[in-house]
């Protein structure tokens, strides 16, 4: 990867070379632009509690998603090329985006999309001393602090490869910056800003996401395919309210025991394995070399590295069976419980419900709105004991299957891992979603689509004590900096 200093490693024998960048003083411009200008902002972001709509009913009155726009509109119209029309768009009732048209000096050079977003995931739970998710904390390489990574970074990166590129008279083609605020919500209000805004986006030939992950930190990671994803909440009910678990035990039946009848019908517990048709597909064979190479290069840590407890073991049969049980396989997690007091509130009563959010990733290409008509069929219809079984879904978020890609585009790709990392490029699968490339898929068939990013080991996206790799984070500025120059 790029050292500390952000400068290149030599590159490797015989790598191509199409584009006249000066990789060594691009490297060094972004490095000085992110150290001087994009950290500090991006710290400042990070003390802005700008939690998802799904995590937080009353943002509207809270006002952290304007603020946090605001700040990063503020930021940007500061470090803008002139020309630039830089503003935060707010449909009645979403959250708000900021969207951001940068003019090329190129005029003749196709349109580009950078995506990101600006909402966050909850603090969790309580970070290790030292840290607190909404203080933003430099260790080394790493900048710890919620939204960091995911995705606080993103419209940081795209400005400063823009900044880079003025800085070094180095041309570009129109760039739009999208960043939107519903993302780790499942992207619900995204379809209406893409539908408000489609005119003035134009037809771009490229996108770009930064939202993605990385296995690896020593080399540019390309995203090969993201799951889709569903979730919502199944609630039981068996009683008005609860009663003496003396006298209605062996009567009166347990609303977590139905709910665990009603969850076998989708799930095998002893595998984890989805059962309903519309939760599976076969893998392409093309996706399946890919994970057999992966594999073949980094062992079980192709699957992921997880802080199991001693002893745990990890289902699928094989480190290939692992890399397509989370990445082109369907999962269920219970992540929210209602109903359920704590161990220190918790009486002898057979409690009236049970309410859980389950959270259900989807292979990329299964439909994400017929999993959940099917989901919701199954589990509504015939309810155990006739109990009452209500679900709420939020907007189902479908997965995607990158397109390949166009020579230039996979030449720029193959030299900026080279030559700002240092090591060849790899592609993965991720397991997580990314809702707007789904979107941006079905209304541009003609661009080509690029997604990657920053999330590698240990850094914990959506969980306790996130940080951004701040090396990785320049190298992937100055690829898109390369990325943007090449298409020019």
């Keep these: 990867m790029a050292d500390r200093a952000g400068r290149a490693k030599s590159e490797a024998p015989g790598a191509r070379t199409s584009v006249p960048v000066d990789a060594e003083l691009l490297a060094a411009t972004v490095d000085a632009i992110f150290e001087q200008e994009a950290l500090p902002a991006l710290s400042e972001f990070t003390a802005i509690p700008t ?5 937080d009913a009353e943002w509207p009155a809270h006002g952290h998603l304007r603020a946090g726009a605001e700040m990063l509109r503020g930021w940007c119209r ?11 768009v707010e449909l009645d009732g979403l ?10 000096p190129d005029a003749g050079a196709p349109t580009t999309v950078i995506y ?8 969790l739970g309580e970070w290790r001393a030292g840290l607190d998710p909404f203080r933003a904390v430099r260790d080394g390489d790493r900048l710890y602090g919620r939204g960091t990574a995911d995705d606080g970074y993103a419209v940081f990166s795209a400005f400063t490869a823009l900044k880079a590129l003025a800085r070094l008279g180095r041309g570009h083609g129109r760039v739009v910056v999208l ?29 770009i996401c930064l939202d993605s992950g990385c296995l690896t930190y020593d080399r540019l990671w390309v995203t090969t395919s993201l799951r889709g994803m569903l979730r919502g909440t199944l609630t039981v009910e068996v009683l008005e309210e609860g009663v003496h678990s003396g006298l209605a035990g062996g009567i009166v039946p347990s609303s977590f025991r139905i ?7 989708i799930e095998d517990s002893r595998t984890g394995d989805l059962l309903l048709p519309e939760l599976r597909v076969d893998v392409p064979p093309h996706r399946r070399r890919e994970i057999t190479e992966l594999v073949q290069a980094y062992g079980p840590a192709a699957a992921g590295t997880f802080p199991a407890v001693p002893g745990l073991v990890l289902d699928g049969a094989d480190d290939v069976d692992r890399v397509i049980r989370g990445t082109w396989a369907g999962s269920l997690a219970l992540t929210g419980a209602d109903g359920i007091p704590p161990l220190a509130l918790a009486g002898n009563v057979l409690r009236s419900s049970t309410s859980v ?21 199954v589990l509504t219809s015939n309810p155990p004991s006739g109990a009452l079984v209500r679900t709420e879904w939020e907007v189902p978020s479908d997965g995607w299957d990158a397109p390949p890609y166009v020579d230039s585009l996979r030449t720029a790709l193959e030299e900026s891992s080279l030559r700002y990392f ?15 490339m789904a979107s941006l898929t079905r209304r541009y068939p003609q661009a080509q689509l690029l997604v990657t990013g920053v999330n590698g080991p240990q850094s914990n996206a959506h969980g306790l004590n996130e940080f951004l790799h701040v090396p990785t984070a320049k190298a992937v500025t100055a690829t898109v900096a390369h990325i943007l120059a090449a298409s020019a």
Excluded: C, W
């Design 51 to 55: 939690l998802s709509p799904a995590f």
């Design 78 to 88: 500061a470090h803008a090329r002139p020309g630039s029309v830089i503003e935060i």
């Design 95 to 104: 959250t708000p985006t900021l969207f951001a048209d940068i003019p090329g």
């Design 116 to 123: 990101g977003h600006l909402d966050k995931q909850p603090p």
């Design 179 to 207: 960043i939107e605020g519903s993302e780790e919500s499942g992207s619900p209000d995204l379809d209406a800003y893409l539908d408000a805004l489609a005119e003035r986006i134009g037809a771009p030939e490229l996108v």
């Design 259 to 265: 709910l665990r009848r009603l969850l076998e019908r």
């Design 357 to 377: 959010q389950l959270s259900v990733r989807l292979p990329p290409t299964a439909g994400a709105e017929t999993a959940r008509d099917a989901l919701d069929r």
């Design 422 to 436: 240092g090591n060849p490029l790899r592609h993965m699968g991720i397991g997580g979603s990314i809702p707007f």
